[in-house]
């Protein structure tokens, strides 16, 4: 029997799981981190303080499967995209990593546009503030000592690989999440890097996310106690890892929940909304794009209302919701508590409830916060319909799938029978998926989904009067952001 570990390095924890060749999981080890907030406009970590939580998941699982260690054949990764991890000459970190959720570099943005104002013709993506091509461009021009120092650029869960098998590099599906990659021709954007006057020097290699990276390495082997020798596999971003461990097909949508959310769906050929307001990535399966509309805002936006309302636990909080008419009472949420990526890229756009009055309480507040995230997964499928892509059926993951409100919710608005993944730790169980297929034990990632991805009996039907009713709603919703656009308070991002 072989072994595969999946290592998932999210926003807020890292979790390593051991999966063996027909698709069972023996053990999980997580280990949980915070983001380092120095004001409001800022989100950062340190790598080599995940680095460490990664490798104590590792230890974890090295020690409960003492027996079977032996047996691993592979790891590989699912990470957190469009962060900036920066290197010296050294291998060693030059600063703190930004990441995805770090909103300072809207002036960068801004010079990107004047500089480099086709690139959206190359990387079929809009550059949002997280991204690093604008994280990198800020720190040139906020903190040159910095960037004199920078002899490699990478993603954060390449800089975990790194520590593993000691070799630097990246792959397609991370690489067209940074906002300087050619999404066509699978490679850098160095016509863009040049127009931006960047060192295209300090862009790591680019290969597939099932290509073989190299080998745990003996550094690691006596950190983790897991042998030398096993095969490290490049792996991907978190969105689409999660996507094959959701046994993802095309013509399926992928309404994902969890810090944030994302509506997605796999296609053939490359992509894009004629505005750019959805981003278009390499996929992790070869030959393949995925179309995705981000939103910034998905669970932290329960996780925000349980603490202020002071309920105990989320079971709770989604029950109170089913108690609740579709609707809330005419409430409703606009979900923009970190800004907004898709459709409007807004990141000083703010949250509302609107249309309060004294008949509200907390389950129409619960509710209306739920079908705010959704209706806001809405505006994407409205797009995706725009661009000639019809759907009939969605599969729910991350939070969301756990909860029958949810699950109604999602069927009415986005007007799909929605299925269910029996698995969790999708992103954990695709990276392990990858493993499995870049050592060889599958020869493509669609023969691995049909032995291990299994759906849950328990479906959830559109309604036809709850479908016509979200219709009429989401039509108001749709209005709440360009009447309040220029209302929302601009902030002033400190450090430029």
Not at 1 to 10: C, E, K, N, Q, S
Not at 19 to 45: H, P, V
Not at 258 to 278: E, N, V, Y
């Amino acid at each position: 029997m072989r072994y595969f570990i999946g290592v998932d390095l999210g926003t807020s924890s890292v979790k390593s799981l051991l999966m063996d060749e027909n698709g069972q999981t023996l053990g999980i080890a997580s280990r949980e981190y915070d983001i380092i907030k120095q004001n409001s406009s800022w989100a950062e970590q340190k790598i080599n303080f995940l680095w460490r939580k990664t490798s104590e998941t590792l230890s974890e699982l090295a020690s409960k499967f003492n027996s079977l260690k032996n047996s691993i054949t592979a790891m590989s990764f699912s990470g957190q995209m469009h962060g900036l991890i920066a290197l010296d000459k050294n291998f060693t970190p030059v600063r703190n990593a930004i990441i995805w959720a770090d909103q300072r570099s809207r002036d960068s943005i801004n010079y990107i546009e004047r500089t480099a104002p086709d690139y959206r013709e190359k990387i079929f993506n809009s550059i949002s503030t997280g991204f690093l091509a604008a994280s990198l461009i800020w720190i040139r021009d906020n903190e040159p000592e910095n960037y004199e120092k920078i002899k490699y650029v990478m993603l954060p869960k390449d800089y975990i690989r790194f520590k593993i098998c000691g070799e630097i590099g990246t792959e397609i599906s991370d690489a067209s999440g940074t906002g300087l990659f050619d999404v066509i021709k699978h490679e850098w954007a160095y016509d863009v890097i040049a127009k931006l006057n960047l060192d295209p020097k300090i862009f790591v290699p680019c290969k597939n996310s099932s290509d073989l990276a190299g080998k745990l390495n003996k550094v690691c082997a006596r950190l983790t106690g897991l042998p030398e020798g096993i095969s490290i596999i490049y792996g991907g971003g978190d969105t689409l890892v999660q996507a094959i461990g959701n046994g993802a097909r095309e013509n399926i949508l992928i309404s994902n929940i969890g810090t944030a959310s994302q509506l997605l769906c796999a296609i053939h050929k490359p992509m894009h909304d004629k505005d750019f307001r959805t981003n278009t990535f390499c996929h992790v399966i070869q030959n393949q794009w995925l179309l995705m509309g981000a939103n910034l805002t998905g669970g932290a936006a329960l996780k925000w209302l349980k603490k202020v309302l002071g309920i105990k636990d989320y079971e709770t909080m989604t029950n109170l919701a089913l108690e609740s008419e579709p609707g809330a009472k005419d409430l409703l949420f606009l979900p923009y508590l970190n800004g907004e990526r898709t459709p409007y890229n807004d990141p000083q756009a703010r949250a509302i409830f609107f249309g309060l009055n004294m008949n509200h309480g907390q389950k129409e507040f619960i509710r209306a916060a739920m079908e705010g995230i959704i209706f806001a997964q809405r505006e994407t499928l409205e797009i995706f319909r725009g661009m000639g892509l019809n759907f009939s059926q969605v599969i729910v993951s991350g939070g969301g799938a756990k909860s029958a409100a949810f699950r109604e919710i999602i069927a009415n608005v986005l007007k799909c029978i929605v299925i269910t993944n029996k698995i969790s730790e999708q992103g954990c169980i695709g990276a392990a998926i990858l493993a499995a297929v870049g050592s060889g034990t599958f020869r493509t990632i669609y023969e691995a989904c049909d032995k291990i991805i299994k759906f849950g009996d328990s479906i959830a039907i559109p309604d036809p009067k709850k479908m016509s009713l979200y219709d009429e709603i989401f039509a108001r919703f749709q209005k709440i952001y360009p009447a309040n656009k220029n209302l929302f308070p601009r902030v002033p991002v400190v450090g430029q």
